[in-house]
């Protein structure tokens, strides 16, 4: 993610990730891995059941969590790409989404 | 009359082995990376079921035909191994795929909802800033790339 993340900015597309975790174990993620993106922490699920994500009792001790997706949305707030993987070993390709990015006016 | 059967290499077991390995090569790599695509992952299923496969005939050869076959020991550890990591692939693949639909989720064109969530320094941050949000020197992005991922925990 970090790898892209120039060529993202440089096709106009800034990233934000979000999770069940915490504003804490989002800071010692980004520390570790040097994530300069934003990190948003959704403890409650809410945003992620807004989305309708939520994969139920696939967290620690049956805890909900979200399901891996990906959403590019432009400055009018409207989806222009999206990804919803059907195996959790298998993300999103940057080139995939980039090209999507690329086909949006400015 | 003395019956002579020559008796035979068993190589079943090591096919089971080597099957094996290459079944956890692939897997592991694939969530090392997280780069998986969908021919690796099947190529890793396929190497399992083979390991299997080989490791079951490696058993019965052994112990079936052990006039004819060698390798008791061998076909044991190695057939053993096979069908656990064999039983452990499909249970992670069932897992792995075991997603909900999303049928309600945004779709191409449509609008997806506003936010407002605490980033790492536990500041509010909106989807609506986001968007209109330019980088020190930079330029408002053009869109916003929201990932939605498992978490850390």
Redesign the interface.
């Known amino acids: 993610?970090q790898k892209n993340l120039a060529e993202?900015?440089a096709?106009?597309?800034?990233?934000?990730?979000?999770?069940?975790?915490s504003?804490?174990?989002?800071?010692s993620?980004?520390a570790k891995a040097k994530y300069t993106f934003?990190?948003?922490?959704?403890q409650k699920a809410?945003?992620?059941r807004?989305?309708?994500?939520?994969?139920?009792a696939?967290?620690?001790e049956g805890s909900d969590?979200?399901?891996?997706?990906?959403?590019?949305?432009?400055?009018?707030?409207?989806?222009?790409?999206?990804n919803?993987?059907?195996?959790?070993?298998?993300?999103a390709r940057a080139d995939q989404?980039l090209a999507a990015?690329r086909e949006?006016p400015? | 009359m003395a019956d002579i059967v020559e008796r035979r290499r068993n190589s079943a077991p090591w096919l089971a082995f080597l099957f094996t390995l290459v079944a956890i090569i692939l897997n592991g790599l694939?969530?090392l990376t997280?780069?998986?695509?969908?021919v690796v992952?099947w190529l890793s299923f396929l190497a399992g079921l083979i390991a299997a496969v080989y490791g079951i005939v490696g058993i019965g050869r052994a112990f079936g035909r052990s006039r004819v076959f060698s390798g008791k020991v061998s076909s044991l550890i190695f057939g053993v191994l096979a069908l656990l990591v064999c039983g452990l692939m499909v249970f992670i693949w069932y897992h792995?795929?075991?997603?909900?639909a999303?049928?309600?989720?945004?779709?191409?064109?449509?609008?997806?909802?506003?936010?407002t969530?605490?980033?790492?320094?536990?500041r509010n941050?909106s989807?609506?800033q986001?968007?209109?949000?330019a980088?020190p020197g930079?330029?408002?992005?053009?869109?916003?790339?929201?990932?939605?991922?498992?978490?850390?925990?």
Do not use: C, N
């Open positions: 993610m993202f900015e096709a106009g597309v800034h990233p934000v990730a979000i999770s069940v975790d504003p804490e174990q989002s800071r993620l980004a934003p990190i948003l922490s959704d809410e945003v992620i807004r989305y309708d994500l939520l994969h139920k696939a967290g620690p969590i979200s399901r891996p997706a990906e959403f590019l949305v432009d400055s009018s707030g409207v989806v222009r790409w999206v919803f993987t059907e195996d959790i070993r298998i993300r989404m990015a949006i400015h | 694939t969530f997280l780069r998986g695509t969908q992952l792995a795929r075991a997603l909900p999303s049928a309600g989720a945004p779709q191409v064109g449509q609008k997806v909802p506003d936010f969530l605490p980033d790492t320094q536990g941050v989807l609506t986001l968007l209109g949000h980088d930079g330029a408002a992005p053009k869109a916003v790339l929201l990932i939605f991922y498992r978490g850390y925990w």
